[in-house]
């Protein structure tokens, strides 16, 4: 592993799908992973799964984080991750967040969501289990 590759800064794309609107908690989530050391990039609002997918390969992301506080999580969430795997992003963790009803979860797991981030998460959790997760990840992805 060289200097760079160790040095290299987890990349997380933040988006709003459909037409959810309510952006505040999803940029309180942006600055809090921009200040725990990673590089967030903020996709904007009313994203549709194949635009989401397009920006995350194009910025080359490690994480996309979705934010619904509407239930249209139910519908958006499993076309957006089949657009991923379209685009062989498979590796790309995609997690969950805003108002998301108990009995979702499971369902969001199996469609392919790596965690569900409920109202009230420690923004602290958030970025400890990306940390976490991505690093795993690149580990074992490095000694396949």
Request: aromatic share 2%.
């Amino acid at each position: 592993m060289g200097i760079q590759a160790a040095a290299r800064r987890i990349r997380v794309l933040l988006v709003k799908t459909g037409l959810d609107g309510h952006d505040r908690g999803v940029l309180v989530v942006a600055k809090a992973l921009s200040q725990a050391g990673m590089e967030v990039i903020y996709g904007g609002l009313h994203l549709r799964p194949a635009q989401i997918a397009k920006m995350a390969a194009e910025e080359g992301v490690d994480v996309v984080g979705l934010s619904s506080l509407s239930d249209a999580h139910r519908a958006l969430v499993p076309r957006i991750i089949e657009e991923l795997k379209r685009l062989g992003l498979d590796d790309v963790m995609v997690l969950l967040g805003g108002f998301i009803q108990e009995e979702d979860v499971p369902v969001m797991k199996r469609a392919g969501v790596a965690e569900v981030f409920g109202v009230g998460t420690r923004l602290e959790d958030i970025a400890a289990f990306i940390r976490t997760h991505v690093g795993l990840h690149e580990t074992e992805q490095r000694s396949a």
